[in-house]
Structures are given as structure tokens and as C-alpha cells.
């Protein structure tokens, strides 16, 4: 899954190039910088490489979402729908603009069910945020539709999803703005960065000046630029846009040993007939980051989760074990409004009222639901060998629980 697993010489000569010059940070410095310019280099390749109009990098996937979010006017009492099952960044986000995260059930994509979101529409809603989880897409035709219809901001959190699309068109740039992450184990990373896409000159415009200060980087220098709106500091560092100029770069290898990676551990889970997969909307353009996979019950998949741990097995598990993270059933600080500031009325509402909301559709999901990471280095073998494992621990559970013959 994750680009720091091809690790090599391509990063370190990106870096050298910067360290050489002593530039660290990307606006301003020209002459001393020599030429080097790697952030705006990684935005025109991001561009290029995800077939966006426009890319405004940022210091993390979390400043990529509140940078897109605050672009396209999302702000105090707004409504934002996201699914439940996610990660923090993306509530995190939604908060940082002082809007309100209100959260929804997921269906067998993993990600938002739009018959969900059509319910949970109110006149305060302002934007639909999908996320893209664990390598794969939600079902942007149906959600599509959804904002059309009620003249709703589209926001993909593809922070996930890096190399994925839907029907041809890469995952992020389908809504209004998308969003990437190349943290330390997303599928390409800089250490720490994010980028903003979108195809509206507008937009992008807005992410370039709220991500530095609101600069409108129009001067002759920098003291010279002028400020038509506040922004904050978002800003990369050239040192981590060089590492990402290295890794996108590799992002096709990156992905084609995962797709080949994915299709034979898939092959050999595949065998049991109690098993079954996540949805793909677009099989056809799967990233294979994960391999995500469900069993009949809670009591088998508990069963299944239990045992492949106690084997040595990482089986990837959001519901009761190994993660804190990526489903709400674990955010007691969101539940519990453990924010350090007060907060909005309408927050603090919505906050308390997942102390006692039931999300069971999701539930039924989730407590069925195994995500295998696809690791980049795995040999033939050693996927034969984790299959073999997997296809023997489902097998003696499923037994031992009478679910099959
Ligand atoms: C990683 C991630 C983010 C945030 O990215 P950071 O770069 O770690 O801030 C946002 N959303 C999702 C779904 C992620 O997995």
C-alpha cells in the first residue's frame, strides 16, 4: 500500500536537489533557488498525472480538506454529510470551518449509501462529502445526481484513494474539489502533504492564497502581494513536495504491483463460497490498496479477526479491534464533544446527539468487514502463503461455528 515501501534514490536525488540550494520553502527566494521549484513541479505533475485542471498542494491531507472546504464557501452553520466510516481527518475538517459533521450510514462500498444522504438532507446542507475508502470509490453517479438536484458542493476525500477512479475519470476530480493525502502510509507520499484538485480556476485561486496567509503571490516579491481574503498557513515544505515529485513518478508501478497483488489474494479468498467482497461501483478502477472482504455474520468475521491475529495474520478490522480511528463506534472524543474550545450550538447538538445515535445499517456493514492492506513488497509466495492462512482460519471458523458443513 504504501510508496514509502519503494523507497530509493529517486527521493533522495529530489531532496539533494533542494538541500544543495538551501531553499526550503517554496515561494519567493528565486535566484538562490537555482531553478528548483519541486512543489509547483509536483502540482503541474499531479495535474498531469490525475487529469485535474488545477492542484494546490498543501502540508496534509486534514489542510487539504479545510483548504477545499473553505475555497468553496463552506463555513458557520453549514451542514456537510460524510459517512461513518472514514477517518478523524475528515470530521477534523468539517469542524475546522466551523461547520457541522453530520454523519451517515455507509452501505457494501464501504463508503456513503446515497439513500442515506437523500434522508439526511435539510435546508442548513451545504456540501456531500464522500470518502473514498481503502482504495476504492463510491458511487459518484448517484451522488452526483443528489447534489444536482439540491444545488449541493461535491467534496471527494480521496486522501485514500490515490490512483483510483470511476468510469474513467480519476477519483477527486469527479465533484467540485477533491482531496489527496501523501502522508507517511498513503499510496504515494512526501512524510507529510496533501494537494487540493479541482477544475475551477476559481476555486484553486482561493486554495492558493487561504493555504499562504491569503497571499495573492501577484507581487514583485513577497511583502509586495496583496491580501483579498485571510487565509492561514497550509503551506508545504519543498523538502517534502521534492519526495513526492519522486514518488508520483513511480505511482504506475506503484499501482500495477498492487492491482497484481490484489487479484491474487483475491483469487485465493475467492475459494469460499461464504465469502464475499466489497462492492465496486467501477471494478474496473479499483486501486487496489486494500482487499476488502466480508463474512456472513459478526460472530464469524469476530471469530475470523480473533484467530488471524492470534496467528500473526494483520487482518485490518475498524469495528472491534486493531483501530480507533476509522469508525464512529470508536470517536468517543467526537461523541463526547471533547473539543479544547466551545464550539457552535448547532456542533455541540449534532456532536452530542452520536452519543445515542444508532447506526445500524453501517453496523451490519462494518462488524462483517475485513480490509486487507496490499503491501507493495509481498512476494508470490509469501501471498500464497497469507491466502492459504486466511482461507484456513475462515474455513475451521465457519466449522466450528456450524456454518457450514
Ligand atoms: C489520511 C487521510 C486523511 C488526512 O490526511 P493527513 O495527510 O494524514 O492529514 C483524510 N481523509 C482520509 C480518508 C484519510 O485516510
Not at 46 to 69: E, H, N, R, V, W
Not at 216 to 244: C, Q, T, W
Request: net charge negative; proline share 3%.
Amino acid at each position: 500500500m504504501p510508496g514509502f515501501e519503494f523507497w530509493g534514490a529517486e527521493e533522495r536525488k529530489e531532496v539533494n536537489d533542494v538541500l544543495e540550494t538551501g531553499i526550503l520553502m517554496r515561494y519567493g527566494f528565486d535566484g538562490p533557488r537555482k531553478g528548483h521549484w519541486k512543489a509547483k513541479e509536483l502540482e503541474t505533475e499531479i495535474c498531469k498525472t490525475f487529469g485535474a485542471s488545477y492542484a494546490q498542494l498543501t502540508s496534509s491531507g486534514t489542510s487539504a480538506l479545510t483548504t477545499a472546504m473553505a475555497a468553496l464557501g463552506i463555513g458557520a452553520g453549514d451542514e456537510v454529510i460524510m459517512p461513518t466510516f472514514t477517518f478523524v481527518a475528515s470530521f477534523e475538517a468539517v469542524l475546522g470551518v466551523g461547520a457541522v459533521p453530520v454523519l451517515v450510514d455507509v452501505d457494501d462500498t464501504l463508503t456513503l449509501n446515497p439513500a442515506a444522504v437523500k434522508a439526511a438532507i435539510t435546508p442548513r446542507t451545504k456540501c456531500v462529502m464522500p470518502v473514498h475508502m481503502c482504495g476504492s470509490m463510491a458511487d459518484m453517479d448517484a451522488l452526483m445526481a443528489i447534489c444536482k438536484e439540491h444545488n449541493l458542493v461535491l467534496l471527494e476525500d480521496a486522501c485514500q484513494s490515490i490512483g483510483a477512479s470511476y468510469k474513467g475519470k480519476t477519483l477527486g476530480t469527479i465533484g467540485h474539489a477533491g482531496t489527496y493525502s501523501f502522508d507517511f502510509v498513503k499510496t504515494i507520499t512526501c512524510g507529510e502533504g496533501g494537494a487540493v484538485v479541482t477544475n475551477s480556476e476559481d476555486v484553486y485561486i482561493k486554495c492558493d492564497g487561504y493555504t499562504d496567509h491569503g497571499h495573492d503571490h501577484k507581487g514583485v516579491d513577497r511583502g509586495a502581494d496583496l491580501h483579498p481574503f485571510i487565509g492561514f498557513n497550509y503551506r508545504i515544505s519543498e523538502l517534502h513536495a521534492a519526495v513526492g515529485l519522486a514518488q508520483i513518478r513511480k505511482l504506475d508501478k506503484f499501482l500495477e504491483i498492487q492491482k497484481k497483488n490484489h487479484a491474487l489474494l483475491k483469487g485465493i479468498l475467492s475459494q469460499i463460497p461464504e465469502i464475499s467482497f466489497r462492492r465496486l461501483p467501477d471494478p474496473q478502477g479499483d486501486s487496489c490498496t486494500f482487499l476488502s472482504w466480508f463474512l456472513p455474520t459478526e460472530e464469524i468475521a469476530k471469530g475470523v479477526v480473533a484467530e488471524l491475529k492470534a496467528q500473526g495474520v494483520l487482518a485490518g478490522n475498524f469495528y472491534w479491534f486493531d483501530n480507533n480511528w476509522h469508525y464512529i463506534r470508536k470517536w468517543d472524543h467526537l461523541k463526547n464533544v471533547h473539543t479544547l474550545n466551545p464550539q457552535t450550538e448547532a456542533i455541540n447538538a449534532m456532536l452530542k446527539s452520536y452519543a445515542t445515535k444508532q447506526f445500524a445499517a453501517s453496523d451490519a456493514i462494518m462488524s462483517r468487514c475485513i480490509s486487507s492492506a496490499i503491501s507493495l513488497m509481498w512476494t508470490e509466495e509469501q501471498i500464497k502463503e497469507k491466502g492459504a492462512k486466511i482461507v484456513e482460519v475462515v474455513k475451521s471458523v465457519l466449522k466450528k461455528q456450524g456454518a457450514t458443513a
